[in-house]
């Protein structure tokens, strides 16, 4: 089949994924499945207290943001995973949907996973707030402190190799640090002795491509670590 013929979507996938391996230095990828089953006692321990931690979110007016929401977007993907990646908050689609970064930002944040070899069910995604702050400006001190106690408990619960904070209100979140994501990205920092990445919001990405390719070289950090002995 021609490219003419090949989604377009499908394309940009394929070259992100091609030219993330070229910049390793490799060319040739055996074919190999998913990352290993999860033993299942460890699974289901994980997936339940999450369960049970947005149970105590439902219904929840801890601060102004419960007013304008459709949906509490607490977070998706594998409990068991190796790698979380943590954004600011939900926008129009994700609080329409209950889920976190499904519009355009995820979408890009979904190829640039496939890229390092990965899909969405492989790792985790959250938010620092659950709901959508109006017209999507960034979460305030107060809602920050009233919801980023659940993001926390989501990181231990979980307990990755690896975090991968998108922008600046996750990395001074969970980092308590003031400097900006260009500042503090390119290497790896610690949370509560986890291998760190902060790297740009996808959001930020697609209003400047020219940073895509800091992000490339962070999304390439994330996987070396993710090789890495433990």
Not at 134 to 142: F, G, K, L, V
Not at 176 to 198: C, D, E, F, Q
Request: hydrophobic share 35%; proline share 7%; aromatic share 8%.
């Amino acid at each position: 089949m021609s490219r003419k013929g090949i989604d377009p979507k499908i394309v940009e996938v394929l070259e992100w994924t091609c030219r993330f391996w070229q910049d390793a230095g490799i060319y040739h990828v055996p074919v190999a499945g998913k990352r290993g089953k999860q033993p299942d006692e460890d699974f289901r321990r994980k997936s339940k207290e999450l369960s049970d931690l947005e149970a105590e979110l439902k219904d929840c007016t801890r601060c102004r943001l419960c007013e304008g929401r459709t949906n509490l977007v607490f977070g998706d993907g594998n409990p068991a995973a190796e790698l979380v990646f943590v954004g600011e908050g939900p926008g129009h689609d994700e609080d329409m949907q209950g889920k976190p970064f499904v519009g355009q930002a995820g979408r890009l944040l979904t190829k640039m996973i496939r890229a390092i070899g990965l899909d969405r069910s492989q790792v985790y995604i959250c938010n620092v707030v659950k709901c959508r702050p109006p017209n999507n400006r960034t979460p305030q001190a107060d809602e920050i402190a009233a919801c980023s106690p659940f993001m926390f408990r989501q990181l231990e619960i979980i307990n990755p190799k690896v975090i991968c904070l998108l922008g600046a209100c996750a990395a001074s979140t969970v980092l308590r640090l003031s400097k900006s994501i260009s500042a503090i990205r390119g290497k790896a920092l610690k949370w509560r002795g986890i291998n760190v990445v902060p790297t740009y919001h996808p959001a930020y990405l697609l209003r400047n491509p020219r940073a895509k390719s800091k992000a490339w070289e962070d999304f390439k950090l994330l996987y070396s670590l993710l090789k890495a002995p433990n």
